[in-house]
């Protein structure tokens, strides 16, 4: 029981109490209108999370971090409903650009399905130009690290590719490519390729020699050895450049997406800063960061399960 | 039989960053099928490179080693390897790496496989470690699930090279014991060439002990190992003989490896 209560007098919960408390305070006039009810609601529905968490989760480690993350986000909000319409910190001057939180949670109700909609097509936009360049970035990795052993030029060569921004293919990938999408898709392939390539040459030079000296005295044929020894062997290592190459992705989807994309959660932070409503911009851009953290979070754990036989 | 083993005139280098050097110059011996053969020698004395090309890792310089009459040129299915570390791919547990090796070398169907993956699994004591990968195993269960798999392969010769070198004093006693019974109860009769630094545990496996020199790779001496199988190390130091021939062993080594008393490793 004392341990339970240990558990609720926590400092994110007294955050969230604070968060509550800021609602009271009186507003300054402020060209936004704030819609406390949303920050409230939203509020609640994270207190809820960490109310169940704390209870429910029994490992140490695990709930410290999802409650830490929590007290973050409270902590934030505060900042975030304080400096806006309770102290107007900026000044008027800057009001549209930086709207009342509940003004942006706002936002997620009413703009809820066509939200759905840009993260589903900005997933897939993510999805396609990610998996081309892995299926393609692997396999030459492979065959490039073990066949040529060319490995110290190739190595050179793709740092010098990976370090040019994907941006600059945009006017060749437009007039070269037969759809404004695929130029996007482009953008995000180029991101995924070259880090890619390069983790997986590095990975397949650096597999222990013991290793594939053990595969050779099982006289193990040349597909064999490069899909069933090579590439597990390499794989703790490719999954550096994989790792790199989602991260650029969703760096580049605002810009790939710019590329007459007329969906997608970039195309929709983009529309709407350039017409000047940074509510809804605000909106979208809290969306991808949601999108990104789940899809990492997805990540790891695919990570987790194929590098199982690693020690952690 | 098979599994004859005939060396001629072998010269073999090592090379590496600092250039090639000789470590075999014109050996020649012979192992009968069905030996159990030890190789002794100080570090860098080749005995490793020996195994390499047996292994057929290691072309060599000159001459070169036949077995059943053919020219060793790559590895192959008559030959199982189980080295000192990284036999095992960690990715893979134990039950997998056994069947791996086996789809690699031997015609079966998975089921067959996996039958006599697991026959050999409880064989070296590793019954309810099937499923457990490498890392989480300790040294000497990782080495008795390499020897696994290379006793599964069913090969006419077994190679290892310094199998028990990582493994502490009692559990390497075990592990000796484990091997011989194991090479004992096999119903075929494997060749064995076994490389090892360690005196002890060469007297204990072997039929035969051969010493090479610590440069230039050259037998410095060999000696006939006539003390009745099977053997444990509970009894093995009363045989007749034991002592005398370990005493032997000693002198020569430490005469043949001047900086090797420093070691300690020997001290009698």
């Known amino acids: ?312 | 039989m098979v599994g004859k083993i005939e060396i001629k005139n072998l010269s073999a280098e090592y090379a590496d960053k600092n250039g090639k050097f000789t470590v075999l110059k014109d050996l020649s011996f012979n192992i009968q099928a069905g030996e159990f053969v030890s190789i002794i020698g100080s570090s860098g004395c080749g005995k490793s490179t020996l195994l390499g090309v047996l292994q057929g890792l290691i072309a060599p310089s000159a001459g070169g080693a036949y077995i059943d009459g053919e020219k060793i040129t790559a590895p192959g299915h008559n030959r199982a390897v189980v080295f000192q570390h990284y036999s095992l791919f960690p990715w893979m547990t134990v039950q997998k790496n056994i069947m791996f090796g086996l789809k690699q070398v031997r015609d079966l169907s998975r089921a067959e496989c996996s039958e006599i993956a697991l026959g050999f699994i409880e064989k070296v004591g590793l019954k309810g470690f099937e499923h457990k990968y490498p890392f989480q195993l300790s040294g000497g269960m990782q080495q008795r699930a390499a020897i696994a798999r290379a006793m599964a392969l069913d090969s006419d010769i077994l190679l290892m090279d310094e199998p028990f070198g990582a493994i502490d004093a009692k559990n390497r006693s075990k592990m000796q014991e484990l091997l011989l019974s194991l090479w004992d109860n096999e119903k075929k009769a494997k060749t064995v060439v076994f490389v090892t630094h360690d005196i002890d545990e060469a007297i204990f496996l072997s039929d035969r002990i051969i010493m090479l020199t610590n440069s230039l790779g050259q037998i410095a001496a060999e000696f006939e190992v006539p003390f009745p199988r099977p053997r444990v190390h509970s009894t093995i130091r009363e045989t007749p003989g034991y002592v005398s021939l370990r005493n032997k062993l000693m002198s020569l080594f430490y005469d043949e490896n001047p900086g090797a008393a420093a070691g300690m490793e020997y001290t009698i």
């Open chain 1, 1 to 312: 029981m004392k341990r339970m209560l240990k558990r609720i007098f926590i400092i994110p919960n007294a955050l969230f109490a604070i968060l509550l408390l800021a609602q009271l305070l009186p507003n300054k006039p402020y060209r936004i209108e704030d819609r406390p009810l949303y920050t409230v609601v939203l509020a609640a529905a994270v207190e809820a999370v960490l109310l169940i968490v704390s209870l429910a989760v029994k490992k140490d480690r695990p709930r410290r971090v999802i409650s830490d993350v929590i007290g973050c986000v409270f902590a934030f909000l505060i900042f975030w409903v304080l400096a806006t319409i309770k102290f107007d910190l900026p000044g008027n001057a800057k009001q549209a650009v930086f709207p009342p939180p509940g003004a942006v949670f706002e936002k997620f109700a009413v703009d809820f399905a066509p939200m759905l909609i840009n993260v589903r097509d900005s997933i897939f936009l993510i999805l396609d130009g990610y998996l081309i360049g892995v299926v393609t970035a692997i396999p030459l990795g492979l065959f490039f690290g073990w066949n040529l052993r060319i490995g110290d030029a190739a190595g050179y060569l793709t740092k010098f590719f990976s370090s040019i921004s994907p941006l600059v293919y945009i006017p060749y990938a437009i007039v070269l490519l037969p759809t404004f999408r695929a130029a996007s898709v482009f953008v995000i392939f180029m991101a995924t390729f070259w880090p890619t390539l390069a983790s997986t040459m590095s990975g397949v030079l650096n597999v222990e020699k013991r290793i594939i000296d053990s595969a050779k005295t099982l006289c193990v044929g040349r597909f064999t050895m490069l899909f069933q020894i090579i590439l597990p062997a390499a794989l703790p290592q490719i999954f550096i450049g994989l790792y790199q190459g989602l991260s650029v992705s969703f760096i580049l989807l605002v810009s790939a997406e710019m590329i007459g994309a007329r969906s997608g959660l970039g195309y929709y932070v983009n529309n709407y800063a350039n017409f000047g409503n940074y509510t809804s911009a605000l909106a979208g851009v809290i969306t991808i960061g949601v999108v990104v953290a789940f899809i990492t979070f997805l990540f790891n754990l695919l990570q987790r399960f194929l590098l199982r036989w690693k020690q952690q």
